[in-house]
């Protein structure tokens, strides 16, 4: 048996059925794009069931993938049994091979044993499979011609081997390939042990035949109802963690080098022994299953919320920092695991990588907001089993545990779990009667998502200016003591509200700035008697009326309450320094590259900046750099930033200036930059910014290029982005220096000579491979066909550059002066084609240019050239082989002898 990693196992699978004709499909997302029925993708055919079902085509008949699954609710819930249970996970990668109408049972059955025997080196004996005991067909398929002993066969019911979509419509046996854990045991007692699933095999790899269409519920699967379907298909599921586990020769899949590191880097953060590792094992196998999970979630978009898929995201992150708090932490720590996932998944699944930062963000916040109430809620828990206990009840009744998530924010899965701890039941029938009674009275299920008509906004405006309450500062103060004046949902009011509800708000002052001019909104609290509301986003929907978007951490708010709003000082300032930042950057740019720059739009947030801006041509590395160093400059000059409102006559006379295409009113504000002297910058702003330029700290610019015609774009990081880019890149910088053997400084000497080395090594290797080249062309020649009296020669020649290829036609040209001679390579994965005619054959009409582009456009590219030498590139290396094959057919048809 061949020992792989998981990558490996994964390449070997998605290679092996690539070798036999399928097409291999990447992943799906875990939100289901064709079944709204579906909460997420639970096998590998989920992508595919409109193409079982008849209703898409596809331009392939036999298609692999390495689907990525999650099961955490509905028939498919596997979260109990993670952890406990060494093979159980929430989410999961599922390897699988699928046939539309082409192959059917044999030839799945026949790849499915070699890829485990051949391939992965599975001794034979050690496998055993299951039938539908009505499936005659596959048993007399398994046993005569894979050559299967039938003591290793067993006959299953529909609950086991028989597999259908819905009541009706496509279904049809499955058969299940199985791995022996105790083989010595004995081969009597493998079908016993099947029969009884007791824990001796494990099943590794299920092939579906969808067989039959069934036209009517068949609760007896009598198969009176079952009809053939006119184009069988074949859906298989092979799990990677399974096979890769008995690959690695473990027993658990946490084990595995899917897992490990995981584990490893939670065992750096808690400090413990091994052993203590090891006294804790379902903590941590907990919490690197659900960062699994929380990590492709988001990936897909998938955000932590309280209803719906968003629940799921957020229930598994709760619950992580649940276990955490049990292996100590009290504080955020998960993202720091969700970057050990990345490391083993990033390289298969990349949206991982170009997402880690937003990934690592979210599950942080959403623990931050966890931690605010998880103590709290957890102490009452305890209080009630404690009560419960003294009373000699072993049961928590559902009213108490819908509390527990009303006010407190407590998944009911965690109330579960510590009840679970201290062998206590929870009343789930009185959980959800409570929660439905709360639905009734707050008005539930009204969709939040997009706002309400302006009519309905201004119904909510009138209803509360009559209070004169409504004032918008988000100039002064950054805490302001307030009244609530409105919860709301889609512009409707709300009765009541719990934790987890999302609500919008309307306070009598708000200190929360309103997304405006590329800046985005102010975040942060407000706090009321016994409650908390995460405040996500401030808009206008219309004027006058500010509301605040939040979800509600703890308690239950009452409209009237007193409140402490609160803006989050620190993003506050972050986005602050970077919206000042633009301005040195507008003024920098027309300094550098002309008046005629204009701002074209900006987009402002915490961890960076975006400026786009009207300018003809590139912007060279050379002008890019004197305008980060303009800009630094005026952040040292510790420029006053001054904001004043006067009419917008007076302050377009005075030269500020305004955004392309906005319209302003008759008053406006605007923003100084500069000293007493000296005015650097003078624009219309209504947005947010630092008291002087030295706030920014260092601005640095990471990317310049082309949005559209006429129109650049910049984004740079300034402040605590801007140093942490810093620092990133020196230790980039000192990595590549010390694996150079130096230091920073030296890196300039020691990558030139670096470079010159390797230069020297590829003409060394470059001449090598035309020598040899060289010989096997020679050898080659005596390959050359005949149409008639002409002599031709087709060669592939890999890895051979177009220059060699043409000193390998000087060659053919002294040695077959008559002929043609067409040359393929594949080189740096590009595919490369070269004709070659004899003058002799020029004059009898044939031309190379006309051969060779045909030949060009079978591999995704264009050539041409003079009649005698002709050459051309392309895309698709894989259509090399097709194309040298037309060649021969447009020699035999150019070819017309005299």
């Given at each position: 048996m061949?020992r792989?990693s ?7 699978f ?6 036999r004709q399928h097409?291999?499909?990447a992943?799906?997302?875990l939100v289901p794009?064709n ?7 639970n096998?590998g055919m989920?992508?595919f069931?409109?193409?079982?079902l ?11 993938t390495?689907?990525?699954c999650l099961?955490?609710?509905?028939k498919?819930n596997?979260?109990?049994?993670v952890?406990?249970?060494?093979q ?5 990668e ?7 109408g082409d192959y059917?049972k ?6 499915a044993?070699?890829?485990l025997t051949?391939v992965?080196?599975?001794p034979?004996?050690?496998l055993?499979?299951t039938?539908?005991e009505k499936?005659?067909d596959?048993?007399?398929l ?8 039938s003591?290793?066969i067993?006959r299953?019911?529909?609950d086991?081997?028989?597999?259908q979509?819905?009541?009706t419509?496509p279904?049809?046996?499955n058969s299940?390939?199985h791995?022996d854990r105790y083989p010595e045991?004995?081969?009597a ?7 009884a699933?007791?824990?001796r095999f494990?099943?590794?790899w299920?092939l579906v035949?969808?067989q039959f ?5 068949d609760p007896q ?12 298909g074949?859906?298989t ?6 096979i890769?586990s008995?690959l690695?020769?473990?027993e658990?899949n946490y084990?595995?080098?899917l897992?490990l ?5 939670l065992q750096a ?6 052993a203590?590792r090891?006294?804790n094992?379902?903590p941590y196998?907990?919490i690197?299953d ?7 979630l988001i990936a897909?978009?998938v955000?932590?919320g309280?209803k719906g898929r968003?629940s ?8 992580a920092?649940?276990f955490?708090?049990?292996?100590g932490f ?9 970057d050990?996932?990345?490391d083993?998944?990033g390289?298969?699944?990349?949206e991982?990588?170009?997402?880690q930062?937003a ?7 959403e623990e931050?907001?966890f931690?605010?109430?998880l103590?709290r ?9 404690s009560?419960?206990q003294?009373s ?5 009744p ?5 509390y527990?998530?009303?006010?407190r924010?407590l998944p009911?899965e965690?109330?579960?779990?510590v009840?679970?701890e201290?062998?206590?039941?929870v009343?789930?029938?009185g959980?959800?009667a409570a929660q439905q009674r709360?639905a009734r009275?707050?008005?539930a299920?009204q969709a939040?998502?997009?706002m ?8 909510v405006?009138a209803?509360?200016?009559?209070s004169?309450?409504l004032?918008y ?8 003591e ?5 919860l ?7 009765a009541?509200v ?6 919008e708000l309307?306070?009598a002052e708000?200190?929360f ?13 407000i706090a009321g008697?016994?409650?908390l ?10 004027d006058g ?7 509600v951490?703890?308690?239950?708010p009452r409209?009237g309450d007193?409140v402490r709003a609160s ?6 300032r972050d986005?602050t320094?970077?919206?000042s930042a ?7 740019l ?6 005629s720059?204009?701002q ?6 915490a961890d960076?900046?975006?400026f786009?801006f009207?300018h003809d041509?590139?912007v060279?590395?050379a002008e890019?750099r004197r305008?980060?160093a ?5 952040i040292l ?9 006067k ?5 377009r ?15 406006v504000?605007t923003?100084?930059m500069?000293d007493?002297?000296?005015r ?10 630092v008291?002087s330029?030295?706030?920014i700290?260092?601005f640095?610019i ?7 015609a006429?129109?650049?774009?910049v984004e740079?990081?300034?402040g ?7 620092q990133?890149?020196?230790v980039k ?8 053997g130096?230091n920073?400084?030296?890196l300039?000497v ?8 390797l230069?020297d ?8 491979r035309?020598k040899?080249a060289?010989n096997?062309?020679?050898?080659r020649l ?6 008639g009296?002409?002599p ?5 020649m890999?890895?051979?550059?177009m220059?060699a290829?043409?000193e390998?036609a ?6 077959v ?6 040359l393929g390579?594949v080189?740096e994965?590009r595919?490369l084609?070269?004709?070659?005619i004899g003058?002799?054959r020029i004059r009898?009409g044939?031309?190379?240019g006309q051969?060779i ?7 995704g590219g264009?050539g ?10 392309g ?9 040298l094959?037309?060649a021969r ?5 150019h070819?017309q002898?005299t």
């Amino acid at each position: 048996m061949k020992r792989m990693s998981s990558s490996e196992a994964r390449a070997a699978f998605l290679d092996y059925f690539a070798d036999r004709q399928h097409r291999v499909v990447a992943s799906s997302s875990l939100v289901p794009a064709n079944d709204p029925t579906l909460l997420f993708a639970n096998s590998g055919m989920v992508q595919f069931k409109d193409v079982f079902l008849g209703k898409e085509r596809r331009a392939y008949r036999r298609a692999t993938t390495s689907q990525k699954c999650l099961r955490v609710s509905g028939k498919h819930n596997d979260l109990e049994e993670v952890g406990p249970s060494p093979q159980h996970h929430t989410f999961f990668e599922m390897l699988g091979n699928f046939s539309f109408g082409d192959y059917f049972k044999l030839e799945a059955m026949q790849m499915a044993w070699g890829l485990l025997t051949d391939v992965y080196g599975l001794p034979a004996e050690r496998l055993a499979v299951t039938v539908y005991e009505k499936d005659d067909d596959s048993y007399d398929l398994w046993r005569d011609t894979i050559g299967i002993d039938s003591r290793r066969i067993a006959r299953l019911g529909p609950d086991d081997n028989f597999w259908q979509m819905a009541e009706t419509g496509p279904c049809g046996p499955n058969s299940e390939i199985h791995w022996d854990r105790y083989p010595e045991q004995g081969e009597a007692g493998i079908i016993p042990s099947l029969e009884a699933d007791d824990g001796r095999f494990i099943e590794l790899w299920n092939l579906v035949f969808m067989q039959f269409n069934r036209t009517q519920p068949d609760p007896q699967h009598s198969g009176a109802f079952d009809l053939p379907l006119p184009a069988p298909g074949v859906d298989t599921g092979l799990g990677l963690e399974r096979i890769t586990s008995i690959l690695q020769r473990v027993e658990v899949n946490y084990d595995t080098d899917l897992f490990l590191p995981l584990i490893r880097a939670l065992q750096a953060l808690t400090g413990h022994s091994d052993a203590e590792r090891d006294d804790n094992i379902v903590p941590y196998r907990v919490i690197s299953d659900h960062m699994r999970s929380a990590v492709f979630l988001i990936a897909d978009g998938v955000l932590p919320g309280p209803k719906g898929r968003d629940s799921v995201t957020r229930l598994v992150i709760r619950r992580a920092a649940r276990f955490g708090r049990k292996l100590g932490f009290d504080g955020p720590f998960l993202a720091q695991i969700a970057d050990a996932v990345i490391d083993v998944m990033g390289g298969h699944f990349v949206e991982l990588v170009e997402r880690q930062s937003a990934i690592g963000s979210v599950i942080t916040r959403e623990e931050e907001r966890f931690h605010r109430t998880l103590g709290r809620g957890l102490g009452e828990l305890d209080d009630m089993l404690s009560a419960l206990q003294d009373s000699q009840s072993g049961t928590l009744p559902g009213e108490q545990a819908f509390y527990l998530t009303a006010t407190r924010g407590l998944p009911l899965e965690v109330i579960r779990d510590v009840a679970s701890e201290r062998q206590m039941d929870v009343d789930l029938a009185g959980f959800e009667a409570a929660q439905q009674r709360h639905a009734r009275v707050s008005g539930a299920g009204q969709a939040m998502g997009a706002m309400q008509g302006n009519d309905a906004w201004q119904a909510v405006l009138a209803d509360l200016q009559g209070s004169n309450e409504l004032v918008y500062d988000p100039y002064g103060p950054l805490e302001r003591e307030t009244r609530l004046l409105a919860l709301l949902q889609g512009a409707q009011p709300l009765a009541e509200v719990i934790a987890g509800d999302r609500v919008e708000l309307v306070l009598a002052e708000t200190p929360f700035y309103v997304e405006a001019g590329g800046q985005v909104a102010d975040r942060g609290v407000i706090a009321g008697d016994g409650w908390l509301i995460d405040v996500e986003d401030a808009r206008q929907p219309v004027d006058g009326l500010v509301i605040l978007l939040g979800e509600v951490i703890e308690g239950r708010p009452r409209i009237g309450d007193p409140v402490r709003a609160s803006v989050d000082a620190q993003r506050r300032r972050d986005v602050t320094r970077n919206h000042s930042a633009t301005h040195l950057l507008h003024a920098a740019l027309r300094h550098q590259l002309g008046d005629s720059v204009q701002q074209r739009g900006s987009l402002v947030e915490a961890d960076r900046l975006r400026f786009d801006f009207a300018h003809d041509g590139r912007v060279s590395d050379a002008e890019l750099r004197r305008v980060e160093a303009e800009v630094n400059d005026a952040i040292l000059s510790d420029f006053r930033v001054q904001a004043a409102i006067k009419p917008l006559a007076e302050a377009r006379a005075e030269g500020a200036i305004a955004l392309f295409g906005e319209k302003y009113g008759d008053s406006v504000r605007t923003i100084r930059m500069g000293d007493r002297d000296h005015r650097y910058s003078f624009e219309l702003c209504g947005g947010l910014h630092v008291a002087s330029t030295q706030a920014i700290g260092q601005f640095r610019i990471l990317s310049e290029g082309s949005v559209s015609a006429g129109v650049r774009r910049v984004e740079a990081v300034t402040g605590r982005a801007a140093l942490g880019y810093v620092q990133d890149a020196l230790v980039k910088l000192g990595e590549i220096a010390s694996s150079l053997g130096g230091n920073r400084q030296e890196l300039p000497v020691r990558l030139a000579a670096l470079q010159a080395e390797l230069g020297d090594s590829r003409r060394e290797r470059d001449a090598l491979r035309r020598k040899l080249a060289h010989n096997e062309f020679v050898q080659r020649l005596h390959e050359t066909e005949f149409v008639g009296e002409l002599p031709f020669l087709i060669a592939r020649m890999d890895s051979q550059p177009m220059e060699a290829l043409r000193e390998l036609a000087d060659i053919f040209r002294q040695q077959v002066p008559g002929g043609v001679l067409v040359l393929g390579s594949v080189y740096e994965d590009r595919p490369l084609l070269l004709v070659s005619i004899g003058p002799e054959r020029i004059r009898q009409g044939l031309h190379a240019g006309q051969i060779i582009r045909p030949l060009a456009k079978r591999v995704g590219g264009g050539g041409g050239g003079r009649p005698n030498l002709a050459q051309a590139g392309g895309k698709n290396a894989e259509a090399l082989p097709q194309a040298l094959a037309d060649a021969r057919a447009l020699i035999t048809d150019h070819w017309q002898p005299t």
